[in-house]
């Protein structure tokens, strides 16, 4: 039976570690900070202090060590590869004037159609359900924002897109709008 204690108790304990990670992996990540929060950082940091508590036969001396040792990877992590996507939008979308001769889901449609896959990532907030049933919303509330979410369409995004595809995309918007 104590073997079933100490499971729970790892399982519990690896989800407190993995709730705090996300946390502040969203905290930091709006706030644009170094994400050295990552479970996997403070594993490799655990893993390093271990190892090198056991090599030097001090657990004092291996600590600090172990904490520069994931830093400098987290660090390093950083300029090589995620400091690329700082200058990437997650979204790239595009609002249709209101001089459009389509509107959003015509042209939804129409890309699709071209086998372009694309959505509607963001409607106004007062529009969502929860918010208009709980605080009465209607459309015709705030009628800027409504008309921004009713022509706003997010475009493909992906790693696998390559410059073809880009170019597919922008040929058939520039077809479709003019």
């Known amino acids: 039976m104590e073997w079933l204690i100490q499971i729970l108790n790892s399982v519990q304990y690896g989800l407190l570690l993995f709730l705090v990670a996300s946390g502040l992996t969203l905290i930091f990540g709006i706030m644009g900070v170094i994400n050295l929060a990552h479970g996997s950082f403070y594993m490799i940091g655990a893993y390093a202090a271990f190892s090198l508590a056991q090599w030097t036969g001090s657990l004092w001396t291996a600590l600090p060590l172990g904490i520069v040792l994931a830093a400098a990877l987290g660090l390093a992590l950083e300029k090589l590869l995620v400091s690329r996507l700082y200058r990437r939008d997650h979204l ?39 918010y208009r049933d709980k605080y009465g919303l209607r459309e015709d509330d705030l009628p800027v924002a409504s008309d921004i979410s009713e022509r706003t369409l997010s475009l493909p995004l992906s790693p696998k897109v390559s410059e073809s595809d880009q170019d597919d995309v922008v040929d058939s918007l520039t077809d479709l709008l003019s």
Do not use: F, N, S
């Open 92 to 130: 790239y979308q595009v609002l249709l004037g209101p001089e459009a001769r389509l509107t959003r889901d015509q042209l939804l449609a129409a890309l699709t159609e071209r086998k372009i896959g694309t959505g509607v990532h963001y409607r106004a907030v007062h529009l969502h359900p929860y």
